[in-house]
């Protein structure tokens, strides 16, 4: 997903010589959509978007407040030729969004910015019209932005941490420590017989004893 911010004082779209959206003072912003684009990149856009620190405080220092901040107009226009490549001199736009899925895409970005911030200050043009954009930039100030992620493969689903066993790891460490000294864990019911078989053979031991002392008085 790439967005190219140009900072304007005003900005408006025409579709057959009619204006159909139009905004004073904020930001005019052309959106592409890639075929790897997904959720995480739409609210990753809508945070640059709401954050970005492009106008002057109260003081007159620079770079400091944001659309948010003073309450600014946004205008998003469709834009798939930010995805374009040459090949000699002319443009390939296969790496941008088939038609169907960028609409659908593309508009849930428009809502998702407009739940975000305040709906009645989020203007769009129409996807996929022949549009004439009239951009007034103020400055000029022009940004280009696009999510640093990781390739969506490559995104671990989020979850509660694993619990660690303890008594598994302790199985294991007495197990290697086992191992280590050259001799193997004898399983828990085998020590068991073992101690019990043990006490019995002293308990006989002890009655033969007694048996052959009281015979010799």
Known sequence: MRGLVQR?????????????????RGICVLIGITQVDHKQDRE???????NLRLWEDEKGNGWVKSVSDLGLEILCVSQFTL????????????????????????QMFVDELRKAYKPERVKDGEFGADMQVHIQNDGPVTLYL?????????????????????????????????????????PTEGVAAMALSNEAAKGEAVAATAAATDGSS
């Open 8 to 24: 304007v004082t005003r900005a408006s779209v025409e579709v057959g010589g009619v204006t159909i959206s139009s905004i004073d």
């Open 44 to 50: 990753w856009m809508v945070r640059k978007l709401l």
């Open 83 to 106: 995805y374009g490549i040459l090949k000699g001199n002319k443009p390939d736009f296969h790496m941008a969004l088939t038609h169907e899925k960028s609409k659908v895409f593309y």
């Open 146 to 186: 696009e999510p640093n992620l990781p390739p969506p493969k490559e995104r671990k689903p989020q979850g509660p941490p694993k619990k660690s066993k303890a008594k598994d790891s302790g199985s294991a460490a007495t197990a290697s420590a086992a191992t280590a000294s050259g001799g193997a864990e004898p």
